[in-house]
């Protein structure tokens, strides 16, 4: 998981987080440079939602929504780090 296929130029110095399907149903959540998921949901939209809530917390990042053929077609950014 470390090198996604198709995500693009890495901006220096940003985390990026993944969210991608996997084969037996639900949805990862992977940071880059990671094996492991950081979490595994069954709907999309949740796993969309966690990699928000990683993302902003460790900002500057981005979150990378993955298609079925490994290409990406939703990506959010965050430059500020918010705090609760």
């Known amino acids: ?9 890495k901006l220096a110095g940003w985390v990026r987080y993944f969210v991608a399907s996997n ?7 992977f940071k880059e440079g ?3 998921p950081l979490g595994r949901v069954a709907r999309k939209i ?3 939602e966690t990699a928000k809530v990683l993302a902003r917390e460790s900002a500057p990042s981005q979150v990378l929504v993955e298609k079925a053929d490994g290409t990406f077609f939703e990506k959010y950014a965050f430059t500020h780090h918010y705090s609760h």
Request: glycine share 18%; hydrophobic share 30%.
């Open 23 to 29: 084969n037996h149903g639900g949805w990862f959540v």
């Open 34 to 36: 990671h094996q492991r």
């Open 46 to 48: 949740n796993a969309i």
């Open 1 to 9: 998981m470390t090198n996604r296929h198709g995500a693009g130029t």
